[in-house]
């Protein structure tokens, strides 16, 4: 019978993916979806999969935060890793040999209305989890594409 040399499977980074939608009419429509994204306290109002959020850190926030999220029966850790105020925000979350990047980027408006929010996501397994990263990478891109569509139902029911 053969080895197993896990140095062979160290790491799988699947490709990016990308979600998109437009995003109203609402008056102010950047500003309040930004205020929205950015109101962690505020998640678990508008995901079925987040039961609460809580900042590790002090201060402002920007690059380097660190949000405790929790999800069912853990708790991950959400970093910040770029921070551009209105129009774009990206998160390193490592949790049992995975690493994913969330990043929620702002295109337009075009005017004060609408605005364009793209979710560009991508996974990273470790260890014996590269093996099947494929069939995780799956699993993750529902769970995002569900967080990404409650978000965006939520904003759209704010402006009736």
Same mark, same amino acid.
Request: charged letters at 20%.
């Given at each position: 019978?053969?080895?197993?040399?896990?140095?062979?499977?160290?790491?799988?980074?699947?490709?990016?993916?990308?979600?998109?939608?437009?995003?109203?009419?609402?008056?102010?429509?950047?500003?309040?979806?930004?205020?929205?994204?950015?109101?962690?306290?505020?998640?678990?109002?508008? $995901?079925?999969?987040?039961?609460?959020?809580? !900042? /590790?850190?002090?201060?402002?926030?920007?690059? @380097?935060?660190?949000?405790? #999220? +929790?999800?069912?029966?853990?708790?991950?850790?959400?970093?910040?890793?770029?921070?551009?105020?209105?129009?774009?925000?990206?998160?390193?979350?490592?949790?049992?040999?995975?690493?994913?990047?969330?990043?929620?980027?702002?295109?337009?408006? $075009?005017?004060?209305?609408?605005?364009?929010? !793209? /979710?560009?996501?991508?996974?990273?397994?470790? @260890?014996?989890?590269?093996? #099947? +990263?494929?069939?995780?990478?799956?699993?993750?891109?529902?769970?995002?594409?569900?967080?990404?569509?409650?978000?965006?139902?939520?904003?759209?029911?704010?402006?009736?």
């Amino acid at each position: 019978m053969g080895q197993y040399n896990l140095r062979q499977h160290l790491s799988t980074i699947t490709p990016a993916s990308t979600l998109s939608r437009f995003i109203g009419p609402i008056d102010n429509c950047s500003d309040t979806v930004w205020g929205q994204l950015t109101d962690f306290s505020n998640w678990s109002t508008w $995901s079925s999969q987040i039961q609460s959020v809580e !900042r /590790l850190d002090a201060g402002s926030v920007g690059r @380097g935060s660190v949000l405790a #999220v +929790s999800i069912r029966n853990s708790v991950q850790h959400w970093q910040i890793e770029y921070w551009n105020p209105g129009k774009r925000v990206d998160f390193i979350i490592e949790y049992n040999g995975r690493r994913s990047g969330y990043s929620f980027v702002f295109n337009g408006p $075009s005017d004060e209305q609408h605005v364009e929010l !793209r /979710l560009q996501m991508e996974f990273e397994y470790s @260890g014996l989890r590269s093996l #099947v +990263s494929g069939f995780l990478s799956r699993l993750e891109r529902k769970k995002a594409m569900r967080l990404f569509e409650e978000f965006v139902s939520y904003i759209q029911e704010l402006s009736t």
